[in-house]
T-cell receptor
């Protein structure tokens, strides 16, 4: 039972490049989330999903897209990376009754 | 307590002492609260939660207190150990199973 797995763990992008961050969970959770964490700040919700095939915007969705084609996977895409998207990205999943389980994060640097 | 910005509040305690970390939450309609611990380079880890119909909940060495009148949450750690050194976040669930996180408090345990 791996919990929540994020890939990759580290990535450096050039401005304008695109990439996809993958989140996989093996707990059969309905809900999945993408957060970003910047120095000295709490986690801010980018997008989330309440079930397979559904997605919704969070607090800071601009510049990101997501897809939830399978219940266990939640993908976060950056279409044209900007330096302001340099951050640590965390995926989490939950069922309706308990707190979130987080992945170990992806550290993204955009130069 | 919590703050927003680049400089997180820091609590320094001596090993063996009790720690109290405070958090002010934003919405009186929040019905569920969680404390998370985040160690360097890792994702947030669930510590303890409390629902709004309670004012106290105890776990192993940790206690969460909820004061809805002043919208205040606290985490008490008994007999603080070096392994407790981390950033601690409170989070509130507004609705729809979406958590909003505070900026965090750094706990440093001195041996």
């Amino acid at each position: 039972n791996a919990g929540v797995t994020q890939t990759p763990k580290f990535r450096v992008l050039k401005t304008g490049q695109s990439m996809t961050l993958l989140c996989a969970q093996d707990m059969n959770h309905e809900y999945m989330y993408w957060y970003r964490q910047d120095p000295g700040m709490g986690l801010r919700l980018i997008h989330y999903s309440v079930g397979e095939g559904t997605t919704a915007k969070g607090e800071v969705p601009d510049g990101y897209n997501v897809s939830r084609l399978k219940k266990q996977n939640f993908l976060l895409g950056l279409e044209s990376a900007a330096p302001s998207q340099t951050s640590v990205y965390f995926c989490a999943s939950s069922d309706s009754n308990y707190g979130y389980t987080f992945g170990s994060g992806t550290r993204l640097t955009v130069v | 307590g919590e703050s927003v910005g680049l400089h997180l509040p820091t609590l320094s305690v001596q090993e063996g002492d009790n720690s109290i970390i405070n958090c002010a939450y934003s919405n009186s309609a929040s019905d569920y609260f969680i404390w998370y611990k985040q160690e360097s380079g890792k994702g947030p880890q669930f510590i303890i939660d409390i629902r709004s119909n309670m004012d106290k909940r105890q776990g192993q060495r940790v206690t969460v207190l909820l004061n809805k009148t002043v919208k205040h949450l606290s985490l008490q750690i008994a007999a603080t150990q070096p392994g407790d050194s981390a950033v601690y976040f409170c989070a509130e669930n507004l609705y729809g199973n979406k958590l909003v996180f505070g900026a965090g408090t750094i706990l440093r345990v001195k041996s």
